[in-house]
């Protein structure tokens, strides 16, 4: 995500100059994926790559670069992570470091911008070849700011960059400059901040989600009529909504956002459910409740002529999906539940159904909901929460 443009241009501000760490490749097992970045200035950082040994290592090189003016304009540091740090996780990651002074203006203006109207963008980074500052090329769809010092090496990697705009997850790529050049091209694709989270109802499932939201990289709408309700220490990632329309906002809210309706009112809770089900471009609509109001709701929908294909599209009850043996109907114990859920969702693009219908696996069967050979199976006992 770009949360880490707004604090670069910051630290660059306050400071004058910063290092953008970016892990921009990462093979085997690695704190965190190609592309997470971080800011170090001299006292302060932003953003982790995954804390422990490579972490301390890439502060104290990146803080070592900003006491020597001569170091280059980008570079690369490879760590393996069991034999370099001592790491247990034991994989490779390649770290590009990115000294960043005021020069940075063009691209990181854009970037800026890219940022506060999310809009994809890529952020091309030359590693090697002339050491003239000229390091940086914001590429989008339709613009491109900033350079890597050559007109035409810029026009190949805006060639470049812009098929891999249409992966909506944050990534890295080191690749060959084009035209045989003498430097390589770290290409990181930023998507726009769209871990967009309208939370619907300040009750205790509500309050409970949105304080687990809070230690995640989302933007959550908080939404009530009930202003009263509302607590007084609120996550600094949730803007409170108080209003007498609360189905109102399912028609502002971003595409892609993840919807989760938890109110007090049943009435009120089919009534957003209904309004979102007029949309189809959000990836997460949850409904609480248990298995018996989802299928009065069902019903209600299908009599005033929805299909019943439209509803299967909503999720309720929550936090039964994300493979967890969790049946605790503790407000606690469901948020952390619908807020796996939607990670995992977040992650994988799939929702995994686990009602099972009227014929449910006896216990101790062992379902696979692995994506793939990395992920473990998963033991799941016979109930779910109702």
Request: proline fraction near 5%; include cysteine; glycine fraction near 10%.
């Amino acid at each position: 995500m770009a949360d880490w443009v707004a604090e670069l241009a910051a630290r660059l501000g306050r400071d004058g100059r910063a290092v953008l760490v970016t892990i921009a490749h990462a093979s085997g097992s690695t704190p965190r994926a190609a592309g997470t970045a971080m800011i170090v200035a001299e006292h302060a950082t932003f953003g982790t790559i995954g804390g422990g040994h490579l972490e301390f290592e890439a502060i104290r090189i990146a803080r070592d670069a900003l006491t020597h003016a001569s170091v280059p304009a980008a570079w690369l540091v490879r760590f393996p992570l069991a034999a370099r740090l001592g790491q247990c996780c034991g994989g490779v990651a390649t770290l590009a470091f990115a000294a960043v002074d005021a020069r940075a203006h063009p691209w990181l203006d854009a970037a800026a911008a890219c940022a506060r109207s999310t809009t994809p963008f890529a952020l091309i980074t030359r590693v090697g070849g002339p050491d003239d500052g000229s390091a940086h090329l914001v590429v989008t769809a339709d613009h491109a700011a900033g350079s890597l010092g050559d007109p035409a090496l810029d026009s190949a990697a805006i060639a470049l960059a812009r098929p891999r705009l249409d992966d909506a997850r944050e990534d890295a790529v080191l690749v060959n400059a084009p035209a045989g050049g003498d430097c390589t091209l770290l290409v990181h694709v930023v998507p726009p901040g769209d871990f967009a989270v309208l939370v619907f109802g300040n009750g205790h499932v509500g309050s409970a989600l949105v304080q687990v939201l809070g230690a995640l990289p989302a933007k959550v709408r908080w939404i009530d009529s009930r202003d009263t309700a509302f607590p007084a220490a609120i996550p600094a990632n949730t803007e409170v909504v108080t209003t007498d329309a609360p189905v109102d906002e399912i028609a502002g809210a971003r595409r892609g956002a993840f919807v989760v309706v938890t109110t007090h009112s049943h009435a009120l809770d089919y009534e957003i459910v209904a309004a979102a089900l007029a949309r189809t471009d959000w990836r997460y609509l949850g409904l609480i409740g248990s298995r018996a109001k989802r299928a009065q709701f069902e019903k209600r929908w299908t009599a005033r002529g929805g299909a019943a294909a439209d509803f299967a599209r909503v999720t309720c009850p929550i936090g039964a999906g994300g493979g967890f043996a969790i049946r605790s109907k503790e407000p606690g114990a469901i948020a952390v539940a619908v807020a796996a859920e939607i990670l995992a969702l977040r992650e994988n693009g799939v929702r995994l159904d686990l009602s099972f219908g009227a014929s449910r696996p006896e216990k101790g069967v062992r379902l696979d909901f692995s994506f793939g050979a990395s992920r473990p199976c998963i033991d799941l006992p016979t109930k779910n929460r109702t």
